[in-house]
């Protein structure tokens, strides 16, 4: 097996360093931890040159190919080339040629052999890429006569000087706290890092922000971990010179570019200034020519704005060019002329042929340019002021127009409408004399705008003249308000004659009308009064009366011929207004203002009366039939009443004479009663008679009969008092056969009592009064006060009707001589049947009455009320005097 030891000129050095790395292989895990991490990112940094990487550094070398490829792409030349195989011995082989190259290189390989690569010995392979680092990355590092390690440390040192927080003495616990990392990149490149916002007591951020600005912004991959740096005593010193010499490859190499850049940019300056500064002269008077070229006519031209706007707006382009656009010309071109001199100098001194611009473009040529455009800018500034103060003339005018043409067309608006207005057509008079005054005033209004429609004209003119841009709708509106204002004057004074006109046949009509209501006023009266005549209904009741009606209406009717007249002349007279109407096509709006009354009302009120004369005719004559008729019915009424009235009256007067002189037995004066009954009841026949009469009578609505003063009320009131009186004289008889049978009166006082009574019945009316009553009892030996005879009064006449009839006259006579039962007798015998009590019991009754009777008493017998009263206890008392009608006594 083949192994490689270091080795170096220096004996010394590579010694210390075999001693090194065979104490190495004794490595802290920490340590082998950063070599692995470091070691890896410094070949991944070369290898992806070549567009490969390694994950795992004792594994991705095995086969020898990506260490060869790191070799070529550190060294730059090409290696052997490798075998392809899969084979160990195929690995090995390219493992040893790379070894072999690195020991061509100068360095000895002490203890490596490729069987440990090829195997994969972590140990091994750290080593070797150490070898190499020290040897490609390390070994021609020179600061100050010194070199490799020394010389890093040395640089280090040196680059971090001015930062006082750090201080580099080693390639371990120096760099825990992170400022070394960071001092070096800031002062290279202190954009990167702001150095003063770091802290000594946070090694973390600063560790981190080394790294990630070192891989961001200067290409060095992160070969740290900051964690492994801060926790691990004493970091690993292998992977800390790894990572540092990379910052020393990266700012030192830089530096050196930048000096052989220096040297070259030194001699080329010269010639490149010179040649920018003909470049620059060439390029600025090309422009400022070109741009003098396109400004000369913008200026120069003189087309006028038809605006103000748009003139102010060109005003406004040209102070904007004097503000901004040409001040930087003037610039350039003072900048075009320092740099031709300050080129024509440098060329002098550096022994250079003077510069000579290309053809137009001499400083010459560019002044005589500039003098053109300052005489064309002059021009347009007077131009664009001259043309500003005519627009502003033009616009003042416009305005003017404007305004005076908006104020006419306002007072115009509405003015033709209210001119062809047919208002008069519909008017009375008085609204067309108000009419024609508002005319009037409106004419005067009309004068008044004269002076200012020739003003609008003038002015139309005017701008017409200055050639006014909106000339066409200047001209077009000026032609119609002239227009317009040609048509409202004639229509003005067509208004004018038409209101005349019509004010003319108004007053006429009106005069007509005035006379036609003077006349129809009393004419219409006159009709309503004649139809109310006509229409009137007359109530008579006698031929004279229809008679004097009759004249009446024939009187009126010989007046008929002249009111036809009137009425005539009156239709004339509306007639005449029509013709007017018709003749004038004038529309009459209102009716006759005077009178509500017209031709139709009159002319139907007229027809009316003529219709009513005939009827009235005909009433006339029918009446004059019923009066005579009813004359006929009163006169056939009267012959019979003249007759029956005076036969009723005779009637009356003999029964009353019948009553009193009566002779004979009571039988004998009942059967004379009853036939002379009989002769008054045949007669029957005639009252019905003259019922029929008065019948015909009612139905014809006679109310008086001048041939008779006998009503048939009176007829058939006598007539049933005739009947009643006969029939009561009867009863009287019937009532007095009655009374001399039950009281046992014999003829002889009956004849006696009728003699008393007839003697004091002084009115002969067959009844005493009170008086007569008094003085009769008086004259048969009755001596009593006022309180007997009142006593007498109530059972006598107990109606209270003052009078005293015969029957009544003698049940009091036969009472007073008779024996009769009393009340006092009968309450008697109810004492008796009581057991002398002054009560009786309900069975007491029913003991020693019969059953009927008994209940009769029963019912009728009030409780008793008295002291010594029991449950049950009657008033036989208050009954007794009851059943006599004493009650009251």
Known sequence: MEHHHLYDGGENDYMQQEDDWDRDLLLDPAWEKQQRKTFTAWCNSHLRKAGTQIENIEEDFRDGLKLMLLLEVISGERLAKPERGKMRVHKISNVNKALNFIASKGVKLVSIGAEEIVDGNAKMTLGMIWTIILRFAIQDISVEETSAKEGLLLWCQRKTAPYKNVNIQNFHISWKDGLGFCALIHRHRPELIDYGKLRKDDPMTNLNTAFDVAEKYLDIPKMLDAEDIVSTLRPDEKAIMTYVSCYYHAFSGKQKAETAANRICKVLAVNQENEQLMEDYERLASDLLEWIRRTIPWLENRVPESTMHAMQQKLEDFRGYRRQHKPPKVQEKCQLEINFNTLQTKLRLSNRPAFMPSEGRMVSDISNAWGALEGAEKGYEEWLLNEIRRLERLDHLAEKFRQKAAIHEAWTEGKEGMLTKKDYEV????????????????????????????????????????????????????????????????????????????????????????????????????????????????????????????????????????????????????????????????????????????????????????????QRDQALIEEHARQQNNERLRRQFAS??????????????????????????????????????????????????????????????????????????????????????????????????????????????????????????????????????????????????????????????????GVVTFQAFIDFMSRETADTDTADQVMASFKVLAGDKNYILAEELRRELPPDQAEYCIARMAPYTGPDAVPGALDYMSFSTALYGESDL
């Not at 008092?721 to 009867?730: D, G």
Request: aromatic share 8%; proline share 3%.
């Open 427 to 614: 008017a009375s008079l008085s609204d067309i004399k108000a009419l024609l005054k508002k005319h009037e005033a409106f004419e005067s209004d009309l004068a008044a705008h004269q002076d200012r429609v020739e003003q609008i004209a003038a002015i139309a003119q005017e701008l017409n003249e200055l050639e006014y841009y909106d000339s066409p709708s200047v001209n077009a509106r000026c032609q119609k308000i002239c227009d317009q204002w040609d048509s409202l004057g004639a229509m003005t004074q067509k208004r004018s004659e038409a209101l005349q006109k019509t004010e003319k046949l108004l007053e006429t009509i009106d005069q007509l009308y005035l006379e036609f209501a003077k006349r129809a006023a009393p004419f219409n009266n006159w009709m309503e009064g004649a139809m109310e005549d006509l229409q009137d209904t007359f109530i008579v009741h006698t031929i004279e009366e229809i008679q004097g009606l009759s004249t009446a209406h024939e009187q009126f009717k010989a007046t008929l011929p002249e009111a036809d007249k009137e009425r005539q002349a009156i239709l004339g007279i509306h007639n005449e207004i029509a013709k007017i109407v018709q003749t004038y096509h004038v529309n009459m709006a209102g009716t006759n203002p005077y009178t509500t009354i017209n031709p139709q009302e009159i002319n139907a009120k007229w027809d009316k009366v003529r219709q009513l004369v005939p």
């Open 640 to 801: 019979q009443a003249n007759i029956i009235g005076p036969w009723i009256q005779t009637k009356m007067e003999e029964i009353g004479r019948i009553s009193i002189e009566m002779h004979g037995t009571l039988e004998d004066q009942l059967t004379h009663l009853r036939q002379y009954e009989k002769s008054i009841v045949n007669y029957k026949p005639k009252i019905d008679q003259l019922e029929g009469d008065h019948q015909q009578i009612q139905e014809a609505l006679i109310f008086d009969n001048k041939h008779t003063n006998y009503t048939m009320e009176h007829i058939r009131v006598g007539w049933e008092q005739l009947l009643t009186t006969i029939a009561r004289t009867i009863n009287e008889i019937e009532n007095q056969i009655l009374t001399r049978d039950a009281k046992g009166i014999s003829q002889e006082q009956l004849s006696e009592f009728r003699a008393s009574f007839n003697h004091f019945d002084r009115k002969r009316t067959g009844m005493m009064d009170g008086e007569d009553f008094r003085t009769c009892l008086i004259s048969m030996g009755y001596n009593m006060g006022e309180a007997e005879f009142a006593r007498i009064m109530s059972i006598v006449d107990p109606n209270r009707l």
